[in-house]
């Protein structure tokens, strides 16, 4: 069970989210496929320049804090990393601004880092991936849009199918599970950096904060009703009108908006400032395609 897109269209272009999935698939590129048949040399890599926490606990290898952010363990480990980031990250951007969302990507990032090295400061295993700064950008989402609708894939042997949640429901549990992990295994966390997750996650949190005061706390959820302020989108056709679910997949969307009519006026007033530019309202009335994962959210 995965999430695969969300209904949340962005009012800008994410420059910065696409460049930060070029620079890590790249990256993965340039060292991944040579390296990969070769285990001791790609421990040695990752050792120069993973995260290695007894290192830095010890105030040295201080740059692994940023390049351990561009590196992965496998395939797997990348393609789902930059499907959440692909997801969720051009929201926050849309909010925060090219620059500021780099600058919180890269922050996030790092505090999830530290977390880590908190977590098992004697540790000489490299941590790679950029796991921990998605999962700031997972707690800012969560935080801005509770109620945002996501769809996950539920694969159950042959069976796919397509179910819509709010976000509140598929970040709150994905948090909930890092902390659980990470209890049960133990700061090791078996392979799997937990801490560094709920660390990250707690950061992207923390550091929108000031923005959602900013905004009303949580004045501004009762006005938006913790969905995004501005249209969504959802499906249309056969699975038109079922909020909870829909089957297979959805091949065609319709631009409607969750929050009511004079709600949405105030948002676009300047009593709550709102970053990036709003399309004109007659778009909001008109089809559109879907701004997904698969089409460049």
Do not use: C, K
């Amino acid at each position: 069970m995965f999430p695969i897109r969300d209904h949340n269209p962005s009012m800008r272009v994410p420059f910065i989210t696409w460049a930060l999935i070029a620079a890590n698939i790249v990256v993965f590129l340039m060292y991944f496929p040579e390296l990969s048949s070769n285990p001791r040399a790609l421990f040695a890599f990752y050792g120069e320049w993973a995260l290695v926490p007894a290192e830095v606990s010890t105030g040295l290898e201080r740059q692994t804090l940023l390049t351990s952010m561009f590196l992965h363990g496998g395939w797997l480990h990348l393609i789902m990393n930059m499907l959440f980031l692909y997801i969720f990250g051009d929201n926050i951007e849309d909010q925060l601004g090219h620059i500021g969302f780099l600058i919180f990507y890269l922050a996030a990032g790092v505090a999830a880092a530290y977390a880590q090295v908190w977590a098992d400061a004697s540790s000489t295993v490299p941590v790679v991936g950029a796991s921990g700064a998605i999962a700031g950008v997972m707690g800012g989402y969560l935080l801005l849009f509770p109620r945002a609708r996501v769809d996950i894939l539920v694969i159950l042997v042959v069976i796919f199918r397509i179910f819509t949640i709010p976000a509140w429901i598929v970040l709150g549990l994905w948090f909930a599970l890092q902390l659980v992990n990470g209890a049960a295994s133990g700061a090791a966390g078996g392979g799997v950096a937990y801490w560094a997750h709920a660390g990250g996650f707690i950061a992207g949190v923390a550091l929108l904060l000031p923005l959602w005061l900013r905004r009303g706390g949580p004045d501004y959820w009762t006005q938006t009703h913790g969905a995004p302020p501005h249209a969504e989108t959802r499906p249309t056709g056969a699975a038109a009108g079922r909020d909870q679910f829909a089957d297979g997949p959805i091949r065609s969307y319709s631009r409607e908006s969750t929050v009511p009519a004079p709600i949405r006026r105030d948002l676009q007033s300047s009593r709550i400032p709102s970053a990036g530019r709003r399309r004109p309202a007659e778009t909001e009335s008109q089809g559109t395609t879907p701004r997904g994962p698969w089409s460049g959210n």
